[in-house]
T-cell receptor, first 115, second 112 residues
Framework: EPEVTQTPSHQVTQMGQEVILRCVPI?????FYWYRQILGQKVEFLVS????????KSEIFDDQFSVERPDGSNFTLKIRSTKLEDSAMYFC?????????????FGSGTRLTVV | GQQLNQSPQSMFIQEGEDVSMNCTSS?????WLWYKQDPGEGPVLLIA?????ELTSNGRLTAQFGITRKDSFLNISASIPSDVGIYFC????????????FGTGTRLTIIP
């Protein structure tokens, strides 16, 4: 079964450093997303990306965050200057078409720890 | 913003028992999804609901999309040890965007 692949599985970084989280969405999917889950809390939407541009972003997704699809397969989330409160699981997801449920699939996540 | 409240927050049941959890919202959704999350893993889709009133089954799981489009429930029959985990409902709004709003989660524990 097709999977969304995320790397690394765990990243530890010092406060103020830049991090890039990487994702390989399912190959025929057109919509890409990043979500965040702080330990013990619910999953929160960060950003959606379609046709090489951001289609929607949440209040969490401030100027410190950016996304990119540098080639035909990777989808990245960059945090420019990490803060302690950025520590969380970050999930990438992709879907085939507009409207969740059309194969809206999540990766296994990257656990980001900011120290 | 949109809020999804799930209940109960946690459940402790014995193997073989049936489980019922629900999700309510202050807003209308046009798609409801139920996910299961194991520790250290991403959410895995269990059931997707697309129409108000729809009742859908996936093995021992049954979910319904409420008539008002503001609620949904998930039932698990004859629970087994691998059902342990956190169950999240998630909704897609009627405004045509693609973001999911997740519920607060129900943690299911099976007592041996």
């Amino acid at each position: 079964e097709p999977e969304v692949t995320q790397t690394p599985s765990h990243q530890v970084t010092q406060m103020g450093q830049e991090v890039i989280l990487r994702c390989v969405p399912i190959s025929n999917h057109l919509y890409f997303y990043w979500y965040r889950q702080i330990l013990g809390q619910k999953v929160e939407f960060l950003v959606s990306f379609y046709n090489n541009e951001i289609s929607e972003k949440s209040e969490i997704f401030d100027d410190q965050f950016s996304v990119e699809r540098p080639d035909g397969s990777n989808f990245t989330l960059k945090i420019r200057s990490t803060k302690l409160e950025d520590s969380a699981m970050y999930f990438c997801a992709s879907s085939k078409a507009q409207g969740a449920g059309y194969g809206y699939t999540f990766g296994s996540g990257t656990r980001l720890t900011v120290v | 913003g949109q809020q999804l409240n799930q209940s109960p927050q946690s459940m402790f049941i014995q193997e073989g028992e049936d489980v019922s959890m629900n999700c309510t919202s202050s807003s209308i959704f046009n798609t409801w999804l139920w996910y299961k999350q194991d520790p250290g893993e991403g959410p895995v889709l269990l059931i997707a609901l697309y129409k108000a009133g729809e009742l859908t089954s996936n093995g021992r799981l049954t979910a319904q999309f409420g008539i008002t489009r503001k609620d949904s429930f998930l039932n698990i029959s004859a629970s087994i040890p691998s059902d342990v985990g956190i169950y999240f409902c998630a909704g897609l709004s009627i405004f045509g965007n693609e973001k999911l709003t997740f519920g607060t989660g129900t943690r299911l524990t099976i007592i041996p």
